[in-house]
């Protein structure tokens, strides 16, 4: 080091005296460990990456695209895409491996077997993944589905009282008004001649119509007539799914640049202007008549979601904030339509290539409603229907409105056949990612045996016979 000094001192101009020939010494010594330690803790990150990738061997995976990009775009977000699903789970029938990039893997797992390690684990071994839920946070906040742990589980003890049977039944009846404009609405399209209808599109405006009803009391009356706040929900719901299979849009600050990250930060704006003004405005009502009066004012009367929300104490006595009351309407909002929508309309996709199956569903229901005035479903006509029942659970087997959920793993977690899948490793996060794969699960032939079509259909709608399905744990997500 001492000529090097001697160097730097020539280099100034100074003069070669023991203070400057020691206080130059001490000056390269602090940069040159400085230069070091990012070099040692790169070093070590791809020493953790390098040992994952060892204990990760274990696990097939299928061909690569290139070095680079990994298995990224081999399954897109369509019906193509899951058909590359039922084909590698039919070539690994129990996990395999996929890399996005050099550097991320996803270990998916696509075997009731194989999911029941890591969906029974605690929330402290096996916690919710933000590397995509993320990218919902600016939307739905601290909401049931993004939080974690003690938080999750004070929620949901709180909200318990919103899915009571008594608070549930009186919502039949605004199911069946936003149901019927909808029909209404068809019988006036088909008599002005279109051809054709997109069925996702008009469930999802039912959906959301009948969750603005259930969860704020308000009509927007969207079926008929656009709403910035419903257009906002659906252009979100929309733009997350974009920004997943978009590596780039990942990162924040490059996708709000972007005009795509732009349009978010708007649709948000919409969705939390209108949820924030009906809670402060409850909240006022509620704060002004008293909690008694207010209870004695909903008697007889249909609660909704955000009086349950805002009526709501833990174990202290302690309130949910505007902001948890908001985050959890938001989330129900989002949640609540779009996997609604997707089943129903799977469902009717199903049997209209099945019409034996559609005219039993028919007969079925028009006997519970011969003898109504206004042939609707009531309550307790939801649990005397089997066969519109198997029917429905069948068509979410083959098209779950969910087809994935992730888990990242913070210890090992040992598989039935004795392998480990590894806490951590990898250089871009802490904790390898499960995919737990919902719709590979409900096409693996080694589960269901003819997993494609409507064949299973066949089996488990005959007289008198369920098909079992496999014996799996799932512990509710904390």
Partial sequence: MLPLADQVLELLSLERTPFWT?????????????????????????????????????????????????????IEPCEEG????????????????????????????????????????????????????????PWLGEGLLLSNGQRWGQHRRMLTPAFH?????????????????????????????????????????MTL?????????????????PSDYIAAILELSNLVVRRQHRLLHHIDWIYYLTAEGRRFHRACDTVHRFTADVVQQRRLALSCMGREAWLQA?????????????????????ELSDEDIMAEADTFMFEGHDTTASGLSW?????????????????????????KPLEELEWEDLSQMPFTTMCIKESLRLHPPVTIISRRCTEDIKLPDGRIIPKAGHILSAGNICLISIFGTHHNPTVWPE?????????????????????VVFQEAQ
């Avoid at 491996?97 to 893997?105: A, D, E, N």
């Avoid at 909808?182 to 019988?187: D, L």
């Avoid at 469902?347 to 003898?371: G, M, S, T």
């Avoid at 997993?451 to 014996?471: A, Y």
């Fill in 347 to 371: 469902v009717l996709y199903n049997l209209a290539h099945h019409p034996e199956y559609q005219q039993q569903c028919r007969e079925e229901i028009q006997e519970l409603v011969k003898d």
């Fill in 209 to 225: 119509d009948s969750l603005q009803k259930c969860v704020f009391s308000h009509s927007s009356n969207c079926q008929e007539k």
């Fill in 165 to 205: 049977f008594d608070i549930l039944k009186p919502y039949v009846k605004i199911f069946n008004q936003s149901t019927n404009i909808m029909h209404a609405k068809w019988q006036r399209l088909v008599s002005l001649g279109s051809p054709s209808l997109d069925m996702f599109e008009q469930i999802s405006l």
């Fill in 298 to 318: 909903k008697q007889g009367k249909t609660v909704d979601f955000i009086d349950v929300l805002l009526l709501a104490k833990d174990e202290d006595g302690q």
């Fill in 451 to 471: 997993p494609e079509g409507l064949i299973q259909l066949g089996c488990v709608l005959r007289p008198g016979q369920w098909v079992t399905c496999p014996d």
């Fill in 82 to 137: 899951m058909v590359r699903v039922s084909q590698l789970v039919a070539a690994f029938p129990n996990t395999f491996l996929t890399w996005m990039g050099p550097f991320l893997p996803f270990l998916s797992l696509v075997h009731p077997d194989y999911l029941k390690p890591v969906t029974t684990a605690s929330v402290a071994v096996a916690p919710k993944d933000y590397l995509f839920y993320g990218f919902l946070k």
């Fill in 22 to 74: 020691y206080a130059i010494s001490a000056l390269l010594l602090a940069a040159l460990a400085l230069l070091l330690r990012p070099l040692l803790q790169l070093l070590g990150l791809f020493h953790r990456y390098y040992v994952n990738c060892q204990r990760l061997h274990c696990f097939p995976q299928p061909p690569r695209r290139n070095w680079l990009l990994g298995h990224m775009g081999m």
